[in-house]
């Protein structure tokens, strides 16, 4: 199975095996960010060639749909498309933040959005998972987490600390494709992929596209 991951600020394509006996990671390769586009189906098929596999071979794609870069989500989820629809193959997708959960061996998770928020991954109790978009206000809102938030940088804990000064911060590596395809595995094995006409973004944000195209309506219409 393949994996995809380009969410970040930097990304990964990762070929794994399921196998009886567990899942087996055969090669990745890191991918810079800012530069998916021009560099994403080449790696996928570098990789392809070194293991001796053809696309049409593959079992399974997983892929990371968000939340990120709307830039890296989208062209991980282009190429995506592009890569399974020729021969059907299926395809499941996995959220960063609970990627990045699951490295961890915890339930909470928070990622740097910029703008002066995080994407958070949280579990109230007796409640199901949420992933938000959340600034300090909307921090403040949620109570404390009790147990671990997994955080893998440094401007992500600076937010968390500052309005949770108490938390317990379980800082590890930037997830990977790699780490996506060992979160799939469950999915893979019992056959639950999606819908690749229906798949879109985990973006959790609008685009700047519809903020500002809002912005402008309404100083229109003042006007």
């Known amino acids: 199975m393949l994996g995809i991951d380009t969410c970040g600020p930097s990304g990964s394509v990762a070929l794994g ?3 009886s006996d567990g899942l087996k990671l055969l090669g990745q390769t890191e991918l810079a960010g800012r530069s998916y586009s021009a560099t994403l189906v080449a790696a996928v098929g ?9 696309l049409k071979d593959l079992g399974a794609i997983v892929a990371v749909h968000g939340p990120g870069s709307f830039t890296g989500v989208r062209v991980g989820l282009s190429a995506l498309k592009g890569l399974a629809e020729p021969f059907g193959i299926p395809v499941a997708v996995a959220s960063r933040l609970e990627v990045l959960a699951h490295l961890a061996g915890v339930q909470a998770a928070a990622l740097d959005a910029h703008r002066q928020e995080v994407f958070l991954r949280i579990e109230a109790a007796g409640a199901k998972v949420r992933e938000v978009l959340a600034g300090k206000a909307e921090l403040a809102g949620f109570a404390t987490i009790s147990g671990p938030i997994a955080i893998c ?21 930037a997830p990977t494709a790699a780490d996506a395809i060992e979160l799939a595995a469950p999915q893979l094995r019992a ?3 999606v819908d690749l006409a229906l798949l879109d973004g985990h973006y959790l944000r609008r685009s700047d596209a519809e903020i500002f195209g809002e912005t402008l309506q309404t100083v229109a219409r003042g006007a």
């Open 46 to 54: 570098d990789l392809l060639k070194q293991y001796r596999i053809a």
């Open 191 to 193: 056959g639950k992929f």
């Open 153 to 173: 940088e440094d401007a992500a804990e600076e937010w968390v600390r500052a309005v949770w000064p108490e938390a317990v911060i379980q800082r590890v590596a």
């Open 17 to 19: 095996r399921l196998a």
